[in-house]
């Protein structure tokens, strides 16, 4: 289907960003898988590429670009390169606004020009092993001390936590306020008291380094709180959107990236004297899942128009998420199914991508939670 979303310029990036995944992401990955990591320095290429903070401010090292599309077409990219290692879009798409909007002129310019160099990795701690989903009943706290934080607790399933040389720490300033007692506290590499745990054992994404976090008597300097204090729930609440649009576009171009290669499968495998994708039973198969795709790719794009438009609402983004990381795991499965023995085989990028993909409708809010937000908007 022609699409209306990107323009020439989109394309143009689009470009860069498969030249650079083809050159430097795509030879390494199957080690990066091994080893549990991606190469520290593959960060520092992407930022001198101009792949890291499309759009932060160019006075701060960015992009200056504040248009979604660019962020989607890079992550678009790196599901097609088949490079799921790789964390720009939690470092793009989730914690840049935090430090953009959020972050004071001082708090810009300590940590943003790193950021867009790929000298700092970002993360954002909000998971516990008591908490997920019920981000009111974190317990790790930040207790005020003089002229700074001392933060006690556990944080678990931090994306590129191993990583990372800042990480947005979601704690409980005030303990007996429920969620009007949380806040946003950044926690630097190296800080006395803070330490990270084992590299988390997943079922996929082998490369992407996820860890627990820990902090015993961590202080921080007051200077490190981001935004208001005891307002960081509805920090989150503000940008929690833009994550799960992000988590569609990546749920979107994996059904897609898995639907072209069953495809040429169905085309070229054959059984009983013909090409799989003869069989009346697979080719209606794939006929429904072509236009699910297309109903998908047809709503993702409405939803990048109207985030640009700064029109993106909690609900929709909610939508968007669920039913594009319900339909990936869906296609995932199907394409699994068709390409038989072969599909479980860990060589075939179906059976990489099936493991990877299962995550996407548990991280960014699971889908129970997104059908608690539109039930809600319905009154119910």
Known sequence: MEQHL???????????????LAREAVPQHERWEADGIVDREVWRRAGAAGLLGM?????????????????????????????????????NDVVAPYLTELGTREQRRRWLPGFCSGDLVTAIAMSEPGA????????????????????????TFVTNGELADLVVVVVKTATDRGAHGVSLIVVERDTPGFTRGR????????????????????????ENLLGTENKGFYHLMGNLPRERLSIAVAAVAAAERLLAITVEYAR????????????????FLLAELDTEITIARTFLNHCVAEINAGRLSAVDA?????WTTELQNRVADRCVQLHGG????????????????????????????MKEIIGRELGL
Not at 6 to 20: I, T
Not at 277 to 282: E, L, M, P, S, T
Not at 318 to 322: E, G, L, T
């Open 6 to 20: 990107y323009q020439p310029v989109h394309d143009e990036f689009r470009a860069l960003c498969r030249a650079f």
């Open 55 to 91: 759009d932060v401010p160019e006075e701060y090292g960015g992009g200056g670009q504040r248009d979604f599309r660019f962020n989607a077409v890079l992550v678009e990219e790196i599901v097609a390169a088949g490079c799921s290692g790789l964390g720009f879009g939690l470092h």
């Open 342 to 369: 072969y599909g479980y085989m860990l060589e075939y990028p179906v059976a990489r991508a099936w493991l990877d993909g299962r995550v996407q409708t548990i991280y960014g809010g699971t889908t129970e939670i």
């Open 199 to 222: 590299r988390l054992a997943k079922v996929g994404l082998k490369a992407n380094d996820t860890a627990e976090l820990f902090f015993d008597d961590c202080r921080v300097p007051v």
């Open 268 to 283: 070229s495998r054959e059984a009983f004297g013909r090409p799989i994708g003869a069989f009346q039973h697979n080719r």
């Open 132 to 155: 997920g989903s019920d981000l009111a009943g974190i317990r790790t706290t930040a207790v005020r001390d003089g002229d700074g934080y001392v933060l006690n607790g556990q944080k």
């Open 318 to 322: 909610a939508k968007v998420k669920w």
